[in-house]
């Protein structure tokens, strides 16, 4: 655990990562050594996948991350707690996979993936990521609006949260044995924000299938929150009533909140958010708030005032 406590800009980034808060530094370090030694089992296979035309309407207005960068420094905690779960992610197992609607919905249904994609308009976007940790990267995208598997589901006028599950695979995903955590992972929003334009469901990244790393076969991006809200891999939807307390909330709720909302001026109780590290080139570029995009979102919380948005 935390010995001493500095601020966030004395810490080298490996510190400021969320598992510091749960997890000793050695047992994170012995369990990243545990997984480079692993077995390395042959790629997952990828799911039906074609490369869509890029959307123009989303212009990142920075250089896209090299592919390797983007899919070699990961947050994927059922794999590890090191940036290196790459190879151990491998074993992911993708096909066959299928999506669960459940909760206010007028018919709980499991849909097959490739059945679910054929009844999306895909697309390609170029949009800005931020982890809450400070580093950010920009990527070529596939995947449809979260509005369209909202349609899909159908739900209720009750639900106004929607929850993403990840799957749990005990039998690839080592990190479910360490009982501490709240396994599986799950964050989820309100049905405005999903049905907000940006919100994406994707299928791929530079024009390929997903890497099991960042999420294969299927994962939620909110460009303009920190992407621990974003979970990957994501096997059950569920509509509700109740707003939901998401893995890091769980694990931590003074510092990862329900909204989490990309703002430079609200600092991360343990490091300030004022700049970002791009992946690639290293630079630091100072943060926007919304991650840059506000245009599309400061209606949906207009009426929030009193709520804390921005962890
Ligand atoms: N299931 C699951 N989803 C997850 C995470 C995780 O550990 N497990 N990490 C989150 C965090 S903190 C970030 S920053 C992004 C990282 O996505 P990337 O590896 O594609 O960059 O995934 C998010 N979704
Ligand atoms: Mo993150």
Redesign the pocket.
Known sequence: MLIRVRRGWELPESAAT?EAVVMGRRAALAAGAALAGGAIAPPALAQSFAPAMRNPRYQPGREVTPERD??N???????GSSKS?ASAASRLKVSPWSVRFEGLVEQPRELALDDLLKQVQMEERVMR?????A?A?T?PWTGFPVSELVRLAAPKPEAKYVVFQ??AQRDTMP?LRQSWYPW????GCTIEEARNELAFMATG?YGKP?PP???APL??LYPWK????????VVRVTFQAERPVG??EKLQASEYGFWANVNPEVAHPRWSQASERLLGTNERVPTRIFNGYGEFVVPLYASLGKERLYY
């Open positions: 969320p983007a899919t420094y990961n947050n994927f905690y059922e794999f779960v990521f931020r982890c809450v940790e580093w990267m990527v990840t799957a990190g599986p992972y799950s964050d990244m997903l790393q960042n999420g994962r939620v920190y992407g621990f809200k974003g979970s990957k891999s893995y890091w």
